[in-house]
């Protein structure tokens, strides 16, 4: 008789860190508590969903300062992988990369918590299907960024994407449901192909954990080669297309012009952030014995990316419906461009050089004044439809409104006083430089001038005579905003502000020192 019994059957049993995983551990609790209360909520009550949803990403942030300061917490670990010591066998690490991330996941969709709160009532959106989704998808972003193996990574963005998908969808009109079939379309087919890659790369390492999975490609035999190399780069595409990298990146103007504005904004950074650190992990830490190709690669991507979108922005005419919308997701093209800049420099970095931290700091910058344009454009547009036109003579109308504007859209440009957008770009210029990627540089400020085109053109609308045709008492509506517009475009501007006195903290980012 054959005995199933092990020598040590407490080994098979692991205790989970509950600190270490509570991040998104309380956004999808809150999902589920926002799901449950909806079934029994009375309908005049329903405005309650949005502030549940508020506080319990506001808990996550929280939950997120017992983790700083310290060693990295690891958990769901299995022993000896690769014959490691450290928590190369764990696939949830809380490092100093995850907690950054998960700051702007969480913080993005804060953000865009606070922006939903008058499109939900005004557009007449299911409050509970919204918020429920929205919670689940910024579980899935703060994931992601801590996970350590290859599986979990795939879980982790596909919870991020799929709610995503339905939140598009929820605007009740064609441009809505076409809108969420074309993003629906293509972020599968790139899941698809992310999921064949994964497979080769499995067949070829013989392991899903990260850092196993770069040892066993460094040793792989000769005939498994072409096969690996071909998984690396088919397990990059699905992660691209979250990033909107060219040519994964024409689904964002439909998209973006078709959803809820809210949602637009949180696709353009917690979206953005949540590709963007799983492309960072699975290039530094699995597939680290190909460096220098996929760094050439990326540096390649990032140099195409950044100059695709700031020629669609260049081409957008300001006259058109949803130009404002059109705009703002062209320059995310750009700006996805800008954040590849650092991960294509770490394929060429020295040992011991962490050039993501670039990233990091740029992202961070990125994702508050991106979400406060938003937030300008659903101020100024409380209706469907706004072109940059309509921003003529803002200053104007609603002068506090205006000046924010113009700082986010400065501080995109890298002009001062938006000093915060030129330190960061400052960051990661200085990464490419310092990898020896002056080629990639010049290609990067050859942009940055080209943007300041468009950013420029629109600041100077907002301070222009005021259109003949502007409606009697516009200007009196427009000073009352709803509070969570209020709250949106105070708290951006706010941040903004504060890092544009105190730059340190983003140079704290880059070398890894701010928690």
Partial sequence: MTSLAV?????????????????????????????VTDLFLPERHRKWLGRLTAAGLALALIALLPLTGGSPRATFCVQNVAGATDNAGCSYVADHFALVFQLLALGGALIAALLSAHTVEEEKLPGGEYWFLLLS?????????ASRDLATMVIALEVASLPAFALVALRRD??????ALKFFVSSVTATAVMLL????????SGSLHLSAVAQGLEHAPGQLKPLAEAGAVLTLVGFAFKVAAVPFHFWVPDTYTGAPLPVAGYLSVVGKAAGLSGLALATTIAFR????????????????????????????RFDTRYSAVRLLAWSSVGQAGYLLVPLAAAGYAPTGVDPLGATAAYALIYGVVNLGAFGVVAAVGRRAGTSVDDFRGLFARRRWTALALAFFLLCLAGLPPGVIGLFGKVVVFRAAVDAGLGWLAVVMAVNVVVALYYYLLWTARLFAPAPDTEPLGAAEVERRLPAGLTATLGLTA???VVLSFAPQLVLQVAGGSLF
């Fill in 137 to 145: 998808s910024a579980t899935g972003a703060a994931l992601l960024p």
């Fill in 7 to 35: 020598a040590n059957p407490g080994s098979l049993i692991q205790s989970v860190d509950w600190v270490a995983i509570a991040p998104p551990l309380i956004a999808a609790v809150a999902a589920l508590a926002v799901l």
């Fill in 494 to 496: 706010s941040v903004a």
């Fill in 174 to 179: 064609g441009r809505g449901a076409e809108a």
């Fill in 197 to 204: 890659g994964i497979g080769f790369v499995y067949a070829a």
């Fill in 289 to 316: 014995p190909y460096a220098h190709t996929w760094g050439l690669a990326l540096a390649v991507l990032a140099a195409v990316t950044m100059t695709v979108g700031n020629v669609g922005a260049l081409r957008q």
